[in-house]
Nanobody
Framework: QVQLVESGGGLVQAGGSLRLSCAAS????????MSWYRRAPGKQRELVAS???????NIVVSVKGRFTISRDNAKTTMYLQMNSLKPEDTAVYYC???????????WGQGTQVTVSS
């Protein structure tokens, strides 16, 4: 019903930037919340940032001031602009969509971000 595809990951040096994209297709409902999660080696998956269909955003303290989350006008593509990257940002980054009404969650396959010192 819903497919999420992440892109934009790669290898960068500390201090560099990357822009991740998450393209959603299928039956996307208007009442939804899109989020970026990440899983670093040996760690639990954690929330990075989220954005509602109305444009309300939430960004965790550890990346606030460096990362920015946004959606396009159609509200079907989500972005994560990552600046001033640090080695501790190295992780697989996942896109998530939560359909509020049905209470359904969908995940992308993830994209690798590696930051070298």
């Amino acid at each position: 019903q819903v497919q999420l595809v992440e892109s934009g990951g790669g290898l960068v040096q500390a201090g560099g930037s990357l822009r991740l994209s998450c393209a959603a297709s299928g039956s996307i409902l208007s009442s939804n919340l899109m989020s970026w999660y990440r899983r670093a080696p040996g760690k639990q998956r954690e929330l990075v940032a989220s954005i509602s269909n109305g444009g309300n955003t939430n960004i965790v303290v550890s990346v606030k001031g460096r990362f920015t989350i946004s959606r396009d006008n159609a509200k079907t593509t989500m972005y994560l602009q990552m600046n001033s990257l640090k080695p501790e940002d190295t992780a697989v980054y996942y896109c998530k969509v939560y359909m509020i009404g049905p209470g359904r969650t969908y995940w992308g396959q993830g994209t690798q971000v590696t930051v070298s010192s």
